[in-house]
């Protein structure tokens, strides 16, 4: 293997593991927490547009990971940032798309 490719693969494996979550272990998360019970009374439909409206408020992924933590610690979930990894991770899969 040359050594660009190394370097390639290195970069590969550095992305990941800055999204060290599971996203199928945060949708269960989020989905029995009922993070979407309140959004769905702020905005309506199924809450999901919370997410993905225009005037969204997350920029980047330390914004997502401090609004998942406040909202976390509003509903008082008791998640620890490592658990909080896999909500942040499951959002970015599914609605933000942040690198
Ligand atoms: C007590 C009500 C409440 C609960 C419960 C709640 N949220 Fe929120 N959430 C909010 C409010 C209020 C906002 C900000 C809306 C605004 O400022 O426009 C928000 C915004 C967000 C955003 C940013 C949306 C954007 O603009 O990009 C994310 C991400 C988010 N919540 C994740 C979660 C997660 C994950 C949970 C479950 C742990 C959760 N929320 C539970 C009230 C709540």
């Given amino acids: 293997m040359t050594a660009k490719k190394?370097?390639?693969?290195?970069?590969?494996?550095?992305?990941?593991?800055?999204?060290a979550g599971d996203p199928a272990i945060g949708e269960k998360m989020a989905t029995e927490k009922d993070c979407a019970g309140c959004h769905q009374r702020l905005i309506g439909g199924d809450g999901s547009k919370i997410y993905t409206r225009s005037e969204r408020k997350v920029k980047n992924k330390g914004q997502l990971a401090a609004q998942v933590s406040?909202?976390?610690?509003?509903?008082?979930?008791?998640?620890?940032p490592e658990d909080e990894e896999h909500v942040v991770a499951w959002l970015n899969h599914r609605y933000y798309?942040?690198?």
């Avoid at 406040?70 to 620890?80: D, H, M, N």
């Fill in 6 to 19: 190394l370097f390639v693969l290195a970069a590969c494996l550095i992305g990941t593991a800055a999204w």
């Fill in 70 to 80: 406040f909202c976390s610690s509003q509903l008082k979930t008791g998640w620890f």
């Fill in 97 to 99: 798309n942040f690198k």
